[in-house]
Protein backbone atom coordinates (compact mmCIF):
# COMPACT_ATOMS: atom_id res chain seq x y z
CA UNK A 1 0.00 0.00 0.00
CA UNK A 2 1.17 3.51 -0.90
CA UNK A 3 0.69 7.22 0.97
CA UNK A 4 -0.20 10.03 -0.70
CA UNK A 5 0.13 13.39 0.89
CA UNK A 6 -2.44 16.12 -0.61
CA UNK A 7 -2.85 19.81 -0.64
CA UNK A 8 0.89 21.00 -0.53
CA UNK A 9 1.19 24.36 -0.62
CA UNK A 10 4.43 25.89 0.95
CA UNK A 11 7.81 25.62 0.01
CA UNK A 12 9.28 24.44 3.28
CA UNK A 13 6.60 22.40 4.39
CA UNK A 14 6.56 20.47 0.99
CA UNK A 15 10.24 19.56 1.60
CA UNK A 16 10.15 18.27 5.41
CA UNK A 17 6.59 16.23 3.99
CA UNK A 18 9.19 14.51 1.08
CA UNK A 19 11.78 13.71 3.14
CA UNK A 20 9.16 11.47 4.79
CA UNK A 21 9.83 9.46 1.92
CA UNK A 22 5.36 9.26 0.79
CA UNK A 23 4.98 7.56 -2.52
CA UNK A 24 2.70 10.63 -3.84
CA UNK A 25 2.65 14.59 -2.62
CA UNK A 26 -0.89 16.11 -4.32
CA UNK A 27 -0.79 19.94 -5.71
CA UNK A 28 -3.97 21.16 -6.32
CA UNK A 29 -4.05 23.62 -9.18
CA UNK A 30 -8.06 24.84 -8.26
CA UNK A 31 -8.52 28.93 -7.87
CA UNK A 32 -11.25 27.85 -5.55
CA UNK A 33 -9.39 25.61 -3.51
CA UNK A 34 -7.46 26.97 -0.31
CA UNK A 35 -4.98 24.83 -0.74
CA UNK A 36 -4.76 26.43 -4.68
CA UNK A 37 -0.94 25.78 -5.65
CA UNK A 38 1.00 28.46 -7.15
CA UNK A 39 5.05 29.17 -7.63
CA UNK A 40 7.12 26.32 -8.34
CA UNK A 41 7.20 22.61 -6.83
CA UNK A 42 10.81 22.33 -5.21
CA UNK A 43 13.19 19.04 -6.32
CA UNK A 44 11.56 16.03 -4.63
CA UNK A 45 13.76 12.80 -4.70
CA UNK A 46 13.16 10.76 -7.47
CA UNK A 47 10.70 8.24 -5.45
CA UNK A 48 8.30 10.86 -5.08
CA UNK A 49 5.44 11.06 -7.47
CA UNK A 50 3.58 14.35 -8.17
CA UNK A 51 0.06 14.28 -9.02
CA UNK A 52 -1.68 17.20 -10.07
CA UNK A 53 -5.48 17.44 -9.35
CA UNK A 54 -7.77 19.42 -11.53
CA UNK A 55 -11.80 20.43 -11.20
CA UNK A 56 -13.14 20.95 -14.44
CA UNK A 57 -10.14 22.14 -15.72
CA UNK A 58 -9.76 22.31 -20.20
CA UNK A 59 -7.40 19.91 -21.45
CA UNK A 60 -4.98 22.15 -22.72
CA UNK A 61 -4.53 23.80 -19.35
CA UNK A 62 -4.04 20.63 -17.36
CA UNK A 63 -1.61 19.74 -20.41
CA UNK A 64 -0.13 22.98 -20.09
CA UNK A 65 0.63 22.17 -16.14
CA UNK A 66 2.18 18.65 -16.70
CA UNK A 67 4.47 20.24 -18.83
CA UNK A 68 5.59 23.18 -16.15
CA UNK A 69 5.84 20.85 -13.30
CA UNK A 70 6.49 17.34 -14.78
CA UNK A 71 3.32 15.79 -13.15
CA UNK A 72 3.22 12.13 -12.67
CA UNK A 73 -0.44 11.37 -11.95
CA UNK A 74 -3.20 13.96 -12.66
CA UNK A 75 -6.51 13.70 -10.19
CA UNK A 76 -9.39 14.96 -11.57
CA UNK A 77 -12.12 16.07 -9.04
CA UNK A 78 -14.52 17.20 -11.03
CA UNK A 79 -17.17 15.70 -13.76
CA UNK A 80 -15.04 14.84 -16.21
CA UNK A 81 -16.79 12.44 -18.51
CA UNK A 82 -14.85 9.15 -19.89
CA UNK A 83 -14.78 11.26 -22.94
CA UNK A 84 -12.45 13.44 -21.37
CA UNK A 85 -10.42 11.03 -19.95
CA UNK A 86 -9.29 8.94 -22.86
CA UNK A 87 -8.42 12.20 -24.88
CA UNK A 88 -6.34 13.31 -22.05
CA UNK A 89 -4.67 9.97 -21.57
CA UNK A 90 -4.30 10.37 -26.01
CA UNK A 91 -2.36 13.84 -25.17
CA UNK A 92 1.30 13.42 -26.80
CA UNK A 93 3.44 15.10 -24.49
CA UNK A 94 7.19 15.24 -25.43
CA UNK A 95 9.71 17.26 -22.82
CA UNK A 96 13.48 18.07 -23.17
CA UNK A 97 15.83 15.38 -21.80
CA UNK A 98 19.15 16.73 -20.08
CA UNK A 99 22.45 15.16 -19.34
CA UNK A 100 25.17 16.76 -17.46
CA UNK A 101 22.98 20.16 -17.02
CA UNK A 102 22.17 19.97 -20.89
CA UNK A 103 19.89 19.50 -22.97
CA UNK A 104 20.12 16.87 -25.22
CA UNK A 105 16.81 15.99 -26.85
CA UNK A 106 13.04 15.23 -26.51
CA UNK A 107 10.97 12.25 -24.91
CA UNK A 108 7.42 10.87 -24.85
CA UNK A 109 6.28 12.40 -21.58
CA UNK A 110 3.47 9.49 -19.75
CA UNK A 111 1.70 10.45 -17.15
CA UNK A 112 -1.32 8.65 -14.48
CA UNK A 113 -4.98 10.02 -15.06
CA UNK A 114 -6.64 9.33 -11.74
CA UNK A 115 -10.82 9.84 -11.54
CA UNK A 116 -12.49 11.06 -8.39
CA UNK A 117 -15.30 9.43 -7.34
CA UNK A 118 -17.06 11.05 -3.78
CA UNK A 119 -19.66 8.39 -2.02
CA UNK A 120 -21.64 9.24 1.19
CA UNK A 121 -24.09 6.47 2.22
CA UNK A 122 -23.75 4.61 -1.07
CA UNK A 123 -23.04 4.27 -4.84
CA UNK A 124 -23.63 3.11 -7.87
CA UNK A 125 -20.59 1.23 -9.12
CA UNK A 126 -22.07 1.29 -12.62
CA UNK A 127 -20.91 4.80 -12.95
CA UNK A 128 -17.75 3.73 -13.13
CA UNK A 129 -17.83 1.59 -16.49
CA UNK A 130 -17.47 4.59 -18.97
CA UNK A 131 -14.01 5.09 -17.28
CA UNK A 132 -12.51 1.57 -16.78
CA UNK A 133 -9.97 0.50 -19.32
CA UNK A 134 -9.23 4.11 -19.60
CA UNK A 135 -8.13 5.43 -16.01
CA UNK A 136 -4.84 4.09 -14.15
CA UNK A 137 -7.02 4.51 -10.77
CA UNK A 138 -10.08 5.35 -9.19
CA UNK A 139 -10.30 7.23 -6.02
CA UNK A 140 -12.96 7.20 -3.32
CA UNK A 141 -13.14 10.29 -1.46
CA UNK A 142 -16.15 11.44 0.89
CA UNK A 143 -19.12 13.24 -0.67
CA UNK A 144 -19.29 16.81 0.51
CA UNK A 145 -19.55 20.70 -0.05
CA UNK A 146 -15.99 21.17 -0.87
CA UNK A 147 -14.24 19.19 -3.73
CA UNK A 148 -12.14 17.30 -1.44
CA UNK A 149 -10.85 18.12 1.77
CA UNK A 150 -13.93 18.20 3.63
CA UNK A 151 -12.03 16.47 7.40
CA UNK A 152 -14.20 13.76 7.58
CA UNK A 153 -14.51 9.67 6.16
CA UNK A 154 -17.42 8.10 4.12
CA UNK A 155 -18.76 4.41 4.90
CA UNK A 156 -15.62 2.47 3.70
CA UNK A 157 -18.19 -0.65 3.71
CA UNK A 158 -19.74 0.30 0.64
CA UNK A 159 -16.76 -0.96 -1.29
CA UNK A 160 -17.74 -4.53 -0.24
CA UNK A 161 -19.78 -4.14 -3.18
CA UNK A 162 -16.77 -2.99 -5.46
CA UNK A 163 -17.20 -4.45 -8.59
CA UNK A 164 -13.59 -3.92 -10.81
CA UNK A 165 -10.01 -4.74 -10.67
CA UNK A 166 -8.97 -1.49 -11.86
CA UNK A 167 -7.09 -0.43 -8.60
CA UNK A 168 -8.43 2.35 -6.23
CA UNK A 169 -7.48 4.79 -3.59
CA UNK A 170 -8.77 5.77 -0.15
CA UNK A 171 -9.54 9.52 0.70
CA UNK A 172 -11.07 11.34 2.34
CA UNK A 173 -11.15 12.55 6.29
CA UNK A 174 -8.32 10.02 7.33
CA UNK A 175 -6.07 10.89 10.20
CA UNK A 176 -4.42 10.11 13.38
CA UNK A 177 -8.01 9.00 14.79
CA UNK A 178 -8.79 6.89 11.88
CA UNK A 179 -6.08 4.36 12.38
CA UNK A 180 -7.87 1.75 14.13
CA UNK A 181 -10.54 1.44 11.41
CA UNK A 182 -8.13 1.58 8.62
CA UNK A 183 -5.95 -1.22 9.69
CA UNK A 184 -9.41 -3.23 9.89
CA UNK A 185 -10.20 -2.12 6.70
CA UNK A 186 -6.48 -2.87 5.52
CA UNK A 187 -6.89 -6.76 6.61
CA UNK A 188 -10.87 -6.59 5.27
CA UNK A 189 -11.37 -8.47 1.37
CA UNK A 190 -12.64 -4.91 0.53
CA UNK A 191 -9.12 -3.86 0.35
CA UNK A 192 -8.17 -6.33 -2.05
CA UNK A 193 -7.59 -3.66 -5.40
CA UNK A 194 -6.44 -0.37 -2.61
CA UNK A 195 -3.50 0.93 -4.12
CA UNK A 196 -2.82 4.00 -1.55
CA UNK A 197 -4.14 6.06 1.06
CA UNK A 198 -4.48 9.90 0.45
CA UNK A 199 -4.09 12.34 3.62
CA UNK A 200 -4.78 15.47 3.78
CA UNK A 201 -6.86 17.44 6.14
CA UNK A 202 -6.86 16.10 9.04
CA UNK A 203 -3.19 16.56 9.41
CA UNK A 204 -3.10 20.15 8.61
CA UNK A 205 -2.50 23.27 10.83
CA UNK A 206 -4.28 25.43 8.51
CA UNK A 207 -4.66 24.56 4.54
CA UNK A 208 -2.15 23.73 2.89
CA UNK A 209 0.57 23.31 5.68
CA UNK A 210 0.94 19.88 7.13
CA UNK A 211 1.94 18.83 10.84
CA UNK A 212 4.87 16.85 10.17
CA UNK A 213 4.60 15.18 13.51
CA UNK A 214 1.24 13.68 12.83
CA UNK A 215 2.50 11.88 9.72
CA UNK A 216 5.10 10.83 11.15
CA UNK A 217 3.24 9.18 13.44
CA UNK A 218 0.92 7.96 11.04
CA UNK A 219 3.29 6.72 8.95
CA UNK A 220 4.92 4.67 11.87
CA UNK A 221 1.59 3.14 12.57
CA UNK A 222 0.38 2.51 9.38
CA UNK A 223 2.62 1.65 6.57
CA UNK A 224 5.02 -0.47 8.29
CA UNK A 225 2.53 -2.81 8.85
CA UNK A 226 2.23 -3.22 4.94
CA UNK A 227 6.18 -4.23 4.99
CA UNK A 228 6.66 -7.07 7.51
Known sequence: ?????????????????AAMKPDYLGFIFYENSPRNFEGEIPKLPSTIKKVGVFVNEPINQVVSKIAKHSLDAIQLHGDESSEYCKALKEVELSLPVSKNGKEIGFER???????????????DFDRLQPYEGIVDYFLFDTKGKEKGGNGYTFDWSVLKGYPSSTPFILSGGIGLDEIEDLLSFLESPESKYLHAIDVNSKFESKPGLKKTEDLEKFIKLVIPTQTQ
Not at 1 to 17: F, R, S
Not at 109 to 123: A, L, M, P, Q, T
Open 1 to 17: MKLKVCGMKYKENIEAV
Open 109 to 123: YNFEVWKVFSIKDEF
